[in-house]
């Protein structure tokens, strides 16, 4: 049990201590139709935690940054 936030300041701890900034790009992307469903303060449990929240567009877009070539991850 626990909630997004922590697991995301686990993964980039610049962003420990900075709520509003982290609630903030997870609304830009959100906004941006790459992510959906994903609040930071919502405790849920591990198989929640786990939930992919990524758009279709979203998927197409961590595909191409991965490999621009072939449009695959590695």
Do not use: W
Not at 11 to 39: C, F, K, T, Y
Not at 51 to 63: H, I, N, P, W
């Amino acid at each position: 049990m626990g909630g997004l936030g922590l697991i995301i300041q686990a993964a980039i701890p610049d962003l420990q201590g900075q709520d509003a900034l982290a609630n903030r790009l997870v609304s830009d992307l959100e906004s941006s139709g790459l992510l959906n469903g994903a609040s930071l303060n919502v405790t849920m449990t591990g198989q929640g935690l786990m939930a992919s929240r990524t758009t279709e567009l979203g998927r197409a877009f961590l595909q191409f940054i991965s490999d621009p070539q072939t449009g695959t991850v590695p």
